[in-house]
C-alpha cells in the first residue's frame, strides 16, 4: 500500500548555530569592518541542510533578551554565562535581515527560549501530521526526538550534521528520548548552570536511568541504588535533581500565536538578498542566486563572444598585435594542475576586440609557437593576464621567455586585499565589474563527477577562456588605480609582478631528487620503526595498535597508571602535548615521541616524496604560491618543500636526497642571518640592537647578557638558549604563557625574561605600544615596502581575539619586510643570471634561504653576485648579512 509522502516542517536553533558557526570560523569582515564569520557559517549550513532535505514549511527560532520562567524557578538559572563578544553580537540582526530577505519567518517569545519555540513547534508539527526536522547544536533537543522528530545535531564546528531520530537515540544511548528529560535532571549542565546531582555525569545517569527508568522511579526505589557515594548523593541532593529536571526539560506548550501556514516555505526576496550578499561581500553565495531570478545590471550581464580559430589561421590576430602593441592572454591546460598537465588551448585578446581561441585539437602548436614567440619575447609589446605564473609555465614548455609582462590582475588584488580567500578571475569580475560569470564549479561539476578541462566541448572552453580575459581586460584599470592610491606602485611593479616570472621559472625548473637516497633513508627509518615498536610493546607489556589513541590511552593510564593529563569526549588524550607532560614518568615515553616522530618522517617525507617524483626527470616541481599568506612570505605546496625538516638529523638526512640536476653542476645555498631580528632592529631603532649588529656581536649572547645583568663571557649555553627563545618570541609578539611552553619554565621566571627584555631594548617596546595604536587608527599595519595587512581584530572587545590582533600587529611588519626583502633579492639575482647569461638557476626559496644549482664553472661569480644582492637588495640602518654555503646535496650545502 502506498502511504502518503508526509510534508516537512524544519526548526533552526538560531542562537545555536549562529555561535557555532561564530566559533568555528576565524574572525571574518568585510572592508568596512562588518564582523560576518558567524552570519556566513550559518548561512553555509543554511542551504547544505536544504539541498539534503525538502522542506515545506520553515522557521528560525531565538532566544529573547530578559529573564525565561526558568529564571523564576531558578535565579541562578544560566548565571555563569560569559557575556556574548561584541563580534557576535553585532551579527544576529544581520542574520536576521537575510533570512527577512529570505522569507524565512523568525520566532522569539518573552519569557521562553529558542529550544521552547523548537518543542511547540515539533509538537504543532506532529500534531498535523507533519515530518519536523529540528536543527540545533544542542543535545538537549534529543528528549523531542520521536518517530515523526528528527534532530539534526552540528559536529565538529559546522563541517558535520549528524541525524537522530528515536530509534537510533535508544540504540546509541540505550534511553529513549523522554529519558533525556531525566538524564538532564540527575546530570546537570554547567553550561546552564543547572545543578544536577554531584558526582553523576552522563555514563552514570544513563546507567541508573536503564535500570529504574525514570527519575521519580530510582528515588521510590532508592534503597536498591547500587554504590554507598552516588546513594547518599542522590538522596542529599533529591530537590536540586527535581528542580534539574524541571529546568531541562524542554516546553512544548509556549504560547505561540500563529498558524502554521505562515511558515510555508516562500521564495526569497532575490533582489535584497542580492544586495545584502554584495555589502557583506559574501562573494561564494552570490551563486547560490539563480541568474534568472534577478534584474541584471547591463553591464553584469554579457554575452560572451570569441572567435575560434581553425586550421593554424593565426594571420588576423597577429595583425591586431601588431597593430595594438598589446594583449592580454591564457592558456588552457588538460586540467586544473597545470604543472603536471599538457596544454589543451590559448585564448588571447587585443584590445576591446573579441577574444580568439586556439584550441590544440584544431591547430598546431608547434607552428603557433613559430608565429607568435617573438610577440611573447618582444620588450616593446605588453603583455598582461590573471594568475600568469601559469600562463608563464606554459610558455616555458614551449621554449618562450616572456618580456614586457605589464600587469597581473591576480598578484594585484593580492597586495589590495592579503586577507582574501579566492583571487579567481570570476570573484573579481563580481567585484569589480558586476559581472557574474560561470564559475568553475558550474564549469567542472564537482565530486567525483568533476570533469577536466580537456573533457568539455571545444566551444565550451573557448566561451570560458573568452570569458576570463574579457574580465582581466576589464578590472586591469580599476585594480591599479587602486595600487596608486595605497601607494604600492613600487612594491607591485618592482617586486611582486617580476616575482611572478620568477617563481614560474621555479616551478618548470624543479628540483632534482636521488631515489635511491630516498629509498634507502625509507628502509633505515622502517627499520627504525620496527625496533621502536618492539621496544614499546615489551615496555607495555603486551602488544596493541601504537596509532590508535583509545588503545594508547588504555596502556598509559589504565595498564601503566600514568597521571591522566587531558580527557576527551572518546577517552585519554595522547596528544603531542599531553606526552611531552609525561616525559620522564616513564621509559615508554620517549619511545612513544620517538616511534612517531619516525612515522611522520616515513609517510609524509619519504614515500610522500617518492609519490611526487616526476618518474622521467626524477625532479620534484613543487607549486610556489604568491597569494596566500597574509604577511607577503611566499609559500610551498604539492609538495611543500619549506616544510623539510631540520630540527632533528633524521629529518635534515631527507636533504641529501636532493641534489643538483647532473655532474656539472653543485648546489649554492645563501641564507640571510637573523634577517627578522635586523628588521626589527631597523624598525624599532633600538640602540642596543643596532650595535650589536653593527659590531657583529652574537645578538642571543648579547640579549642574554641584558636580560640575566651579567658579563658576556658569563653567558651559559642554556642562558644563550633561552635569550634566543625571547629574541623571536618577541618579533612574534609571544606571550609568557608562550615563552614558559617553549622554555618549559614557570609563566612567572618567563614574564621576567620579557620583562628584561623590554626594558633593556627600550625602543622595542616603544615599537610595539606605537605599531598597535597605529593598527587601531588606521586599520591596518605596513612593511618597509608599504605592504599592507589590514587588522580588524585590534578593534574586538573579546581580549583573546584583540590580543591575537596585537601579535598581529606587532609581527606583520617584520615579517613582512622580511618577506619584502627576500623576494627583491630573488628578482635581483634572476635577472642578473639571465643577465650574464649563466647556466645557473634559482630552484628554490625556504622562508629567508635561496639555492641556486650553480654551474661548476660558474660557482665563484655566482656566489659574488649572490651575496652582493642580497645583502643590498634594501638598505636598513643596519647590514644585512648572508651565509653562503655549497655542496653536491642540500644537506652539505646547508
Known amino acids: 500500500m502506498n502511504r502518503e509522502k508526509k510534508e516537512k516542517l524544519m526548526v533552526i536553533d538560531g542562537n545555536s548555530l549562529i555561535h557555532r558557526a561564530f566559533y568555528a570560523l576565524p574572525l571574518l569582515s568585510t572592508k568596512d569592518g562588518i564582523y560576518t564569520n558567524g552570519v556566513y557559517g550559518f548561512l553555509t549550513m543554511l542551504y547544505r541542510i536544504r539541498e539534503e532535505y525538502t522542506i515545506d514549511y520553515i522557521c528560525v ?435 611582486e609582478l617580476p616575482l611572478v616570472e620568477v617563481l614560474a621559472n621555479m616551478e618548470y625548473y624543479g628540483f632534482k631528487v636521488d631515489l635511491d637516497v630516498l629509498n634507502q633513508l625509507g628502509e633505515e627509518f622502517q627499520g627504525e620503526i620496527d625496533s621502536l615498536t618492539k621496544e614499546i610493546y615489551t615496555l607495555a607489556g603486551k602488544e596493541f595498535n601504537i596509532n590508535s589513541p583509545k588503545q594508547m590511552g588504555e596502556i598509559l593510564f589504565d595498564e601503566l597508571n600514568l597521571p591522566v593529563i587531558k580527557k576527551t569526549k572518546t577517552g585519554y588524550s595522547t596528544d603531542a602535548e599531553v606526552l611531552d607532560k609525561l616525559k620522564g614518568q616513564h621509559e615508554i615515553i620517549e619511545k612513544i615521541l620517538k616511534y612517531r616522530q619516525m612515522v611522520k618522517l616515513k609517510s609524509t617525507y619519504i614515500d610522500g616524496l617518492i609519490n611526487v617524483v616526476d618518474k622521467e626527470t626524477n625532479k620534484i616541481h613543487s607549486s610556489f604560491n604568491q597569494t596566500v599568506t597574509n604577511t607577503g612570505r611566499i609559500s610551498s605546496t604539492e609538495p611543500n618543500l619549506q616544510n623539510i625538516p631540520i630540527k632533528t638529523e633524521e629529518g635534515r638526512m631527507i636533504r641529501k636526497a636532493f641534489v643538483a640536476e647532473d655532474e656539472n653542476y653543485i648546489l649554492v645555498d645563501a641564507d640571510y642571518s637573523q634577517i627578522e631580528l635586523r628588521v626589527l632592529a631597523h624598525i624599532s631603532k633600538d640602540p642596543k640592537l643596532m650595535e650589536a649588529f653593527y659590531h657583529g656581536e652574537d645578538i642571543h649572547t648579547k640579549t642574554a647578557a641584558e636580560v640575566f645583568h651579567i658579563p658576556k663571557d658569563e653567558v651559559t649555553p642554556l642562558m644563550r638558549n633561552r635569550a634566543k627563545a625571547v629574541n623571536f618570541g618577541i618579533v612574534y609578539g609571544i606571550s609568557d604563557y608562550g615563552l614558559s611552553k617553549d622554555l618549559n619554565i614557570p609563566r612567572k621566571e618567563a614574564k621576567e625574561y620579557i620583562d628584561n627584555y623590554l626594558k633593556n631594548y627600550g625602543m622595542v617596546k616603544k615599537y610595539m605600544e606605537g605599531i598597535i595604536k597605529i593598527g587601531k587608527e588606521k586599520g591596518y599595519v605596513e612593511t618597509i615596502l608599504n605592504r599592507r595587512r589590514y587588522v580588524p581584530e585590534l578593534k574586538s572587545r573579546n581580549y583573546n581575539v584583540r590580543s591575537f590582533g596585537e601579535r598581529i600587529a606587532m609581527n606583520t611588519p617584520i615579517q613582512g619586510s622580511a618577506a619584502d626583502i627576500i623576494k627583491v633579492a630573488m628578482v635581483k639575482v634572476f635577472k642578473e643570471l639571465n643577465k650574464r647569461n649563466l647556466k645557473s638557476r634559482l630552484i628554490l626559496q625556504v622562508h629567508d634561504e635561496l639555492i641556486i644549482e650553480a654551474y661548476k664553472d660558474e660557482v665563484e661569480e655566482v656566489k659574488n653576485l649572490i651575496k652582493d644582492i642580497m645583502e643590498n637588495s634594501i638598505k636598513l640602518d643596519i647590514p644585512l648579512k648572508v651565509d653562503l654555503n655549497t655542496g653536491d646535496n642540500w644537506y652539505e650545502s646547508k
Open 61 to 495: 527560532a531565538f532566544d529573547k533578551k530578559g529573564p525565561t520562567f526558568r529564571h523564576e524557578a531558578f535565579d541562578l538559572y544560566k548565571a555563569n554565562r560569559q557575556s556574548t563578544p561584541n563580534e557576535l553580537s553585532q551579527q544576529f540582526p544581520i542574520l536576521k535581515e537575510i533570512l527577512s530577505a529570505m522569507n524565512i519567518a523568525q520566532l522569539e517569545l518573552d519569557g521562553y527560549e529558542a529550544d521552547d519555540i523548537a518543542g511547540t513547534l515539533s509538537k504543532m508539527g506532529e500534531d498535523n501530521g507533519l515530518e519536523t526536522i529540528l536543527v540545533t547544536g544542542d543535545k538537549d533537543y534529543l528528549q523531542l526526538a520521536s518517530d515523526y522528530t528528527k534532530v539534526l545535531i552540528t559536529r565538529k564546528g559546522i563541517t558535520e550534521l549528524e541525524e537522530y531520530d528515536r530509534e537510533k537515540i535508544i540504540e546509541e544511548y540505550g534511553i529513549t528520548p523522554d529519558q533525556f528529560i531525566d538524564l538532564k535532571g540527575l546530570m546537570g549542565d554547567k553550561s546552564d548552570n543547572i545543578p544536577g546531582v554531584p558526582g553523576i555525569g552522563e555514563k552514570t545517569g544513563i546507567k541508573l536511568l536503564k535500570e529504574f527508568g525514570t527519575m521519580e522511579n530510582l528515588y521510590d526505589n532508592i534503597d536498591k541504588v547500587g554504590g554507598k557515594k552516588t546513594k547518599e548523593s542522590l538522596i542529599e541532593h533529591k530537590n536540586s535533581a527535581g528542580l534539574s529536571k524541571t529546568l531541562g526539560k524542554i516546553i512544548r506548550n509556549a504560547p505561540i500565536e500563529f498558524v502554521l501556514k505562515e511558515l510555508k516555505v516562500e521564495e526569497p526576496n532575490w533582489e535584497e538578498l542580492k544586495k545584502l550578499y554584495d555589502i557583506l561581500e559574501f562573494n561564494s553565495l552570490l551563486s547560490k542566486i539563480p541568474e534568472e531570478k534577478i534584474t541584471i545590471e547591463a553591464d553584469s550581464k554579457y554575452e560572451v563572444k570569441y572567435i575560434v580559430i581553425e586550421e593554424n589561421n593565426f594571420d588576423q590576430i597577429i595583425d591586431k598585435i601588431e597593430s595594438e602593441k598589446s594583449f592580454c592572454f591564457k592558456f588552457l591546460f588538460e586540467d586544473e594542475n597545470y604543472i603536471k598537465s599538457e596544454i589543451i588551448g590559448v585564448g588571447i585578446k587585443v584590445g576591446d576586440s573579441v577574444p580568439y581561441y586556439i584550441d590544440c585539437s584544431k591547430n598546431d602548436i608547434k607552428l603557433f609557437r613559430k608565429k607568435f614567440a617573438k610577440y611573447f619575447e618582444s620588450k616593446e609589446i605588453e603583455k598582461y593576464g590573471h594568475m600568469m605564473k601559469m600562463d608563464i609555465f606554459a610558455l616555458l614548455k614551449l621554449d618562450i621567455d616572456i618580456n614586457n609582462m605589464v600587469f597581473d590582475t591576480m598578484i594585484g588584488q593580492y597586495l589590495l586585499n592579503p586577507a582574501q580567500s579566492n583571487y579567481s578571475i570570476n570573484e573579481l569580475g563580481k567585484e569589480y565589474l558586476n559581472i557574474y560569470g560561470k564559475d568553475l564549479e558550474e564549469l567542472l561539476g564537482k565530486g567525483k563527477n568533476k570533469k577536466r578541462y580537456k573533457d568539455l566541448p571545444v566551444e565550451t572552453r573557448a566561451e570560458h577562456v573568452a570569458q576570463t580575459l574579457d574580465l582581466i581586460h576589464g578590472i586591469r584599470e580599476p585594480i591599479n588605480r587602486l595600487i596608486e592610491e595605497q601607494e604600492m606602485i613600487e612594491l607591485y611593479y618592482e617586486v
